[in-house]
């Protein structure tokens, strides 16, 4: 049985502009201790998917449709009472911009003591205690001190490594990872990155990373989901995806990343053109106006996400379906 098992997730929301969708219907499984790496331009719908995993999206404007299973209980069924107690305990997630999820009326130890106090039942001086080791293991100085201070105290990095720690608190078995190391420099970064795979090795965590960084996800994930207006457009074993990923737009994605293995950072790749209006899709597939093989059929009808014939591989470009067709690149 997966761990995590996502069926036709969409996410929409209701605007002046017309109805957004953010979240298309998208479908995947994770296993336990396993690392998916979730990438994808900005507005793709990477941190929308990330809340709905929670519960998260706020409604109006937002509704939410199709099934997640999560440890053998359906997520998405659950009142918001029952979604409190998973929250911060058994999935947690580190958002990207920690200060919207900083309480800045609250120290630093408070905020983190209050998790383990409702999750955990610890008591006060045993949550201060275990909060101090954590904000030592994510590379803090003077953890006392710290959890003494509130959040406009702390840089920008230190309040994104509390967050990290804060995560990490309850020992959680789905880690959401939203850009979890994009405002940090890479020595904290790596330090970071390293820390959250020994939880994993020792907790058996299974970890969502979105990240911009390819490097980050080469060196990171077991697999990749490749995230376009709001579908997974392909889905494969990172280092298979990697050198040779089938979908056009994943070949755009990479086609400017040099070297993987190198320690530089890869950012993304610009394609030319934008992705598309969410409030005004076009018909057929959504990649197709900036698709540089793209056929008067491919905007008749949007193509859905197929295996594509090798183990754990998929893709949702039919012309591209075919992997002799796609040469190893350089
Ligand atoms: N509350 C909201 N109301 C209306 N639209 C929203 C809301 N939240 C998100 N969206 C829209 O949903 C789409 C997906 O957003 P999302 O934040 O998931 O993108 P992302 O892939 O995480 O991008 P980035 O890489 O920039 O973080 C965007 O078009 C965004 O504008
Ligand atoms: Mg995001």
Redesign the pocket.
Known sequence: MALLTVKDLAVR?E?HHGT?R?VDGISFDMEEGETLGLV??????????NLALLGLI?SP??VMSGQVHFDGQEISALSEPELRKVRGNRIAMIF?DPMTSLNPLLTIGRQMTEVLELHKGRSRSEALRLSATGLGEVGLSEPEKRLAQYPHELSGGMRQRVMIAMGLLCEPRLLLAD?PTTALDVTIQAQILELMAEVQRKHGTAIIL?T?DLGVVAGTADRVAV?YAGRIVEEGPTSQLFQTPHHPYTQGLLSSVPRLDSDTSHDLSSIPGTPPD?ADMPSGCAFAPRCPIAQPECTKTRPGLLPSGIAGRSNACPLAASPSQTEARP
């Open positions: 929301f605007t957004v953010a994808g331009e900005s507005g793709s719908g990477k941190s929308v998917t706020p404007p937002g990207q850009e979105v911009h995230m969410l």
